[in-house]
């Protein structure tokens, strides 16, 4: 994997969120953008090469609303940005670790991502993400 890419924090209220997460950093977000197949509402701030990228359900059956039910709201999981994400996860099944799909999905900011199961990462959500060409 190449770099951390962002680091996804489940909230509650995205507008107040937003407001939150601006006043921590210094910055505004810099885009706000729904993945309707997700159930999820995203907006992105930038700090360093980092991102940071707060999650809001859009629906009772999303994966974030599941989330918050069970955990509460914070730290969701950490973005790892990789060159090709199929050849990535053919390695990543290879050394035994468990991916939640059997191909990429589309994600937020341009990206085909998927996820690593939990159970086989020290309960740490991994999501690998590579950049759409
Ligand atoms: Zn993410």
């Known amino acids: 994997m190449k770099k951390l890419e962002h680091i996804g924090i489940a909230v509650k209220n995205?507008?107040?969120?937003?407001?939150?997460?601006?006043?921590?950093?210094?910055?505004?977000?810099?885009?706000?953008?729904?993945?309707?197949?997700?159930?999820?509402?995203?907006?992105?701030?930038?700090?360093?090469?980092?991102?940071?990228?707060?999650?809001?359900?859009?629906?009772?059956?999303s994966p974030i609303a599941k989330f918050i039910e069970k955990r509460g709201e914070g730290l969701h999981h950490l973005a790892f940005e990789v060159d090709d994400i199929k050849k990535q996860m053919e390695l990543t099944e290879e050394e035994g670790f468990l991916l939640l799909n059997k191909a990429p999905k589309e994600g937020a900011d341009n990206k085909l991502v998927n996820f690593l199961h939990p159970k086989t990462t020290n309960h740490v959500l991994v999501e690998v993400v590579q950049e759409k060409k």
């Not at 885009?31 to 991102?51: H, L, Q």
């Open 14 to 61: 995205l507008d107040k969120s937003n407001l939150l997460f601006a006043k921590l950093l210094g910055i505004e977000h810099y885009k706000i953008e729904e993945v309707a197949s997700e159930g999820v509402r995203t907006s992105f701030f930038m700090i360093g090469d980092v991102k940071i990228e707060l999650l809001e359900a859009t629906r009772a059956d």
